[in-house]
């Protein structure tokens, strides 16, 4: 128990310097150095153990040598930030240490997981709140499970006999969507040939006519459409489909809608924002993160789904040790048998607690906030010399995508050259950031366009002073490119 | 910073407590009770923030109306028992809040995972601990993953193509294996009539000649046989598959051989009993739950697989925003694109310590000690009167399973009132151990068998003590049925 606490020392502290800015970022090491062993700290495994004091300097050094995530410098990944309730949550979900897949088990936290899913349903607009869902290990999860739902609402056969059962079914989403799609695709064999990918319009929104021609264009082929995606916050330009332009087309089609709130979903905490996801409620499932941008501990994915019944009827295997009918309490609160995990972990407990300490309006200021910041840079950059915006016009979400352009090659003529130069300078820029362990942004190239910048605010620590300091990094960094 | 210490002065307060014999192992409530909310208590989600003291209360009811499972008299579930070290380690994993996907955001955790299945691997049989794997949420994704990898290996093509693309495939496993490969074939595409159940003998092991018989009958069917799962503890009966002359029909068929060492994978750590496990290092795959016999929090489970660049070929989509090639590190750490998830919560750590804290032979410690208690209690019941074992012979692992025969029950001849009256013996006691929160252990209907007991321990805090008690309390409560 000493120990205990001298580890909520070492934690308390790192907490403390996670949030202070003369604290690096991180302190970059190559898998190589830390592999060979850094002075005191030794990650090989032995047969005899080791010494109570020596497992806290191991703790202490972990954490040394990682990402401090919840520095407000931190812009790298869609979830960032280290809330102080999310957190106590999460520590008391580990000392609880049980398991979601019987209410006899995590009474309380079944519970939760049921109101909280209710009211995340009411907010997407479902009538009272009706419907179904679960929290699952990540959006990508939370994906393949709508893509599993809807084969079993319109195929339920599949379940028994496999898709050789079946038509040849295909599958829609945007070419900016999240890869989640493409991998349900291939594990829950469709093939990833059988997901279609449609065209979006320079801000990365589908565009709903090159649905519907590609609808045509598959069943005139011969193959069943079955499912669209519509990405409402997509990873890299946080553009949102058109979901009622596009639940037009499901309708006319029979086709099932889900909508990929992995990112954006947590706009419809905001009356500001949540018009940028209309039409959600005509959606037949929803994968929204609050692990994104609502700002909670890793990890909290739910997904939701409008029709009651079919997660358990797609999933259901009813495993007579576990869930057993003759129990002496009301076991249609047991969640094991929708899921298509067996253990479960409590993911939602951390959630709960900041929405009880933080209030729906919570939830918005924060997401208000976080949107003004991201303009901030916005009106900062777009006419700044130097840069160059990857899409025109006012992000949706958070996301500020562009490029830095060193002075070296500023007079460039436009062409394969400066491309390919380009192309290597958010490497570059990145690289030495992390070297010097100031701050971190995540570059990527998209379709024809090479590597660029892409900025997301999701961190509540994070202020305009933050966002100056990224820019100045960058130009300090990339002075002699 | 103050709040997360009042919180932790809760957990702390708590973890004495689940120590403490005297304490009860839960305070039973109906879900109607606990949502029409307990005293000061509301489960119901508010547009305004609660204050931090309500916060502190709902957090002390969190658990007040929860369940001990490290309490030594939980024997509910094969994961049980609360290690220190571990929790400090989840603690820990909690407040770095960051993600394995990348090298780049959790160097120290992708490294510990790569050495630690390394590790695993070598203990496996595997030569020089060569192979691959990854930590997955749980032991049915670990099995998913098996199935997945199987696919992949014999029928690259899906991926692209779909199941269309392929025969009919089949698989195998045994009536006594884990729910989740049936789930595996549902969700993959296959189909659950697709997946031929192996008959066992009385102790729940495969019958190898069954096996064989049934891959030349569907064979002759035109079937093509795949996979087959070996199930090493299996949930019920803690049976052990004859994993040799099951690899033998799998090497003479071209079978692709799955171990499901989910539950009994820990006992590799024994030297004493991982004579039980002989032939997995023929496997093409392992799933090991270091959360179950191993006593680490939950999760942590892991897919172990033989052939390096199987689970990259199978799930990987390369998506560029995330796995950049051009980082200035060395991106073959990056573990994001073996995975079926995308964002992948940290498993590792608390293993990892724990692993440390113990080393190898602490591990066999436990292990062997946790054997040595279900010994007792299978010698001090097995010829006790009122108790039937529900198979013969001394248990494999720690499962033992029995009847208890209340003294009504005793001179009834044998027959269907009897079976029909024993099946409600079971859920009426364990409804009463739940109502005076004693104790918790499970029980399961199993084929033709009607409701019987399962004993398990893999919790270090139990004592032959906490054996008696169980034996005790059964008795006590069931003298009136």
Known sequence: MQFLLEVVEILTNYVRKTFDRSTKVLDFHHPHQLLEGMEGFNLELCDQPESLEQILVDCRDTLKYGVRTGHPRFFNQLSSGLDIIGLAGEWLTSTANTNMFTYEIAPVFVLMEK????????????????????FSPGGAISNMYSVMVARYKHYPEVKIKGMAAVPRLVLFTSEHSHYSIKKASAVLGFGTENLILLRTDERGRVIPADLEAKVIDAKQKGFVPMFVNAT???????????????????????????????????????????????????????T???????????????????????????????????????KQY???????????????????????????????????????????????????????????????????????????IPPSLRLLPDGEEKRQRLHKVAPKIKAMMMECGTTMVGYQPQGEKVNFFRMVVSNAAVTRSDIDFLIDEIERLAQDL
């Open 115 to 134: 109101l909280t899913l209710k009211k995340m349903r009411e907010i997407i607009g479902w009538p009272n709140g009706e419907g179904d869902g679960i």
């Open 232 to 286: 409402a916050g997509s990873t890299v330009y946080g553009a949102f489909d058109p979901i009622n332009e596009i639940a037009d087309i499901c309708e006319k089609y029979n086709l099932w809608l889900h909508v990929d709130g992995a990112w954006g979903g947590g706009l419809l905490m905001s009356r500001k924002h949540r018009h940028k996801l209309d039409g959600i409620e005509r959606a037949n499932s929803v």
């Open 288 to 326: 929204w993160n609050p692990h994104k941008m609502m700002g909670v501990p890793l990890q909290c994915s739910a997904i939701l789904v409008r029709e009651k019944g079919l997660l358990q009827g797609c999933n259901s295997m009813c495993a007579g040790y576990l869930f057993q009918p003759d």
């Open 330 to 404: 009301d076991v249609t609160y047991d969640t094991g048998d929708k899921a298509i995990q067996c253990g479960r972990h409590v993911d939602i407990f951390k959630f709960w607690l900041m929405w009880k300490s933080k209030g729906t309006i919570g939830f918005e200021r924060h997401i208000d906030r976080c949107l003004e910041l991201s303009e901030y840079l916005y009106h900062k950059i777009k006419n700044r010399e130097g840069y160059e915006m990857v899409f025109q016009g006012e992000p949706q979400h958070t996301n500020v995508c562009f490029w830095y």
